[in-house]
């Protein structure tokens, strides 16, 4: 991996109380992120994929501590994050941002775009007023809003429109590091390639490295350098984009680029279909996670859980203990 890392995890936990007894004590816990361990280089894209449910969100919640965590670190730039309070947190949340996925709902629609963009720089960067003006005006230039949308509210922007706003909300204070929680999701095709054409831009003038979060393997291959794919609050596989796709290690992660729709019609490939539904994350299975849905399985699955420490490459990991052996059963030509 090029670069040095910005961001490291390890060991991370995140369980919900999901149901308590009488006298108020947990009596069922949910756990939506159950031991994590992985790094986020500096100036590259991670995507992290899954099905809904499996964490995801609450992963990228926890890096920027927007929760806080059971158990594990979370290490940014050297500075461990996990025990801080929210007066130690402060100084450093002009670093380390997010991108939520419905724009509309992350605005304040009682103000104008101008000063929901503005208010992170009244909040946090001690420069005189004029500058922060200035600074909200080049934002707005460098995501492609002018003059005429400074002072109109969200709902009178379009869906592309008001990602802009979030996407320059997010930017205007120069952060290292931004959580991408499905930021596509929610708008046309179209206009998806321009957010995704912009993010790219942005990362390449701000030297800005990502963490994006989320299903459509389709933008994920076209905008990530690494990929990890999360099962039921764990990492399950992790490589470059080019490891992934052309040659995925994990029976879940072939399931998911089986399922990636191909533009061309006279093209056949087998599918992989998934049986049965995900295990509930208040009564995870022992053993491997994925084995109930997995025709690999073997009997050692039910018996053992497999750690990410199988290699298929210096770079390319893989959660299953038949990850050598087993060939995939659909590869996306990059």
């Known amino acids: 991996m090029p670069g040095r890392v910005l961001v490291s995890v390890s060991g991370l936990t995140k369980h919900f109380v999901y149901r308590k007894k009488f006298n108020g004590k947990p009596a069922a816990l949910l756990k939506a992120v159950d031991g994590v361990d ?44 996990e025990n801080l309070n929210q007066k130690e947190l402060r100084p450093l949340r002009r670093h380390i941002q997010i991108i939520f996925q419905d724009p509309y709902d992350s605005l304040n629609p009682r103000k104008t775009v101008f000063d929901s963009v503005l208010d992170p720089l009244n909040v946090i960067a001690a420069i005189p007023r004029p500058e922060r003006n200035a600074a909200v005006e080049q934002i707005f230039h460098e995501v492609g ?24 909300r997010a930017v205007v204070l120069n952060p290292d590091f931004i ?63 080019m490891e992934i796709f052309n040659n995925p290690a994990h029976p879940y992660t072939q399931a998911l680029i089986s399922a990636i729709p191909l533009p061309d019609v006279d093209v056949k490939i087998e599918r992989t279909i998934l049986e049965g539904d995900i295990p509930s994350p208040v009564d995870i299975p022992p053993g491997c996670r994925f084995r109930q849905r997995c025709r690999w399985a073997i009997p050692e699955c039910a018996r053992l859980e497999p750690s990410l420490n199988i290699s298929i490459s210096e770079t390319h990991k893989s959660a299953c203990f038949r990850a050598v052996e087993i060939q995939p059963e659909a590869v996306v030509t990059l």
């Open 145 to 168: 809003l002018d003059e005429s949308h400074y002072f109109k509210y969200p709902h009178e922007l379009s869906g592309g429109q008001r990602q802009r706003v979030v996407i320059a």
């Open 38 to 81: 992985i790094d986020i280089y500096r100036g590259q894209t991670l995507g992290l994929v899954g099905e809904s449910g499996c964490g995801k969100s609450t992963l990228g919640r926890l890096l920027l501590r927007l929760h806080k965590p059971n158990s594990g670190s979370i290490v940014y730039n050297g500075i461990h994050l």
């Open 179 to 241: 959580v991408c929680d499905e930021p596509v999701s929610a708008l046309d095709v179209s206009i998806r390639a321009q957010i995704l054409k912009l993010m790219i831009k942005l990362r390449q003038e701000r030297k800005i490295t990502y963490l994006f979060i989320s299903h459509d393997l389709s933008v994920v291959r076209y905008l990530c350098d690494t990929v990890a794919v999360m099962y039921l609050g764990k990492i399950v596989e992790f490589g470059t984009r």
